[in-house]
């Protein structure tokens, strides 16, 4: 699944709240693919990250989206984030309690890493969901491991 795919639906979904009456939804985004986390490079977010006592302040990209990823806060972007599911679920988990998100959103967006490995699996048993969308390429490579996720 491409990245783009995934900002486009993020996009779309943005638009379909405007269309429902909300002049200028908030969205917040928290990237938890670790390590393909590239949301911030596709939205344009910069850091650095900052912090007010113990919390972590998303990065404001536009007016009406925020950001946290793990590109905003890493040394350097190249190095491998070869660790193993547990530790990645850690970093995630200390993004979501100790994001400074503010009281005024309308909808929580996490950019899953694909598949349905420990990060997913963690997130649903551990923060609440009120719904999923799941985004895929219409080909039966891809709707395979989807159907595995669900």
Not at 16 to 36: F, Q, S
Not at 105 to 129: K, R
Request: aromatic letters at 6%; a negative charge.
């Amino acid at each position: 699944m491409s990245e783009v795919k995934k900002i486009a639906t993020r996009e779309a979904f943005g638009e379909t709240l405007v269309e429902l009456g909300k002049k200028h939804p908030e969205l917040v985004v928290l990237d938890a693919d670790l390590a393909g986390a590239s949301m911030a490079q596709l939205l344009g977010a910069s850091g650095p990250v900052t912090s007010d006592k113990d919390k972590v302040n998303p990065v404001q990209v536009d007016d009406h989206i925020k950001l946290l990823s793990y590109n905003l806060i890493a040394d350097a972007l190249s190095e491998p984030v070869l660790w193993p599911g547990g530790d990645i679920f850690n970093v995630v988990n200390y993004l979501y309690t100790s994001g400074n998100w503010g009281e005024d959103n309308d909808v929580f967006l996490i950019d899953m890493p694909s598949g349905a490995g420990d990060v997913p699996i963690n997130l649903y048993t551990a923060f609440p969901v009120d719904g999923t969308i799941i985004v895929g390429e219409p080909s039966e490579l891809a709707v395979v491991p989807l159907q595995r996720c669900v």
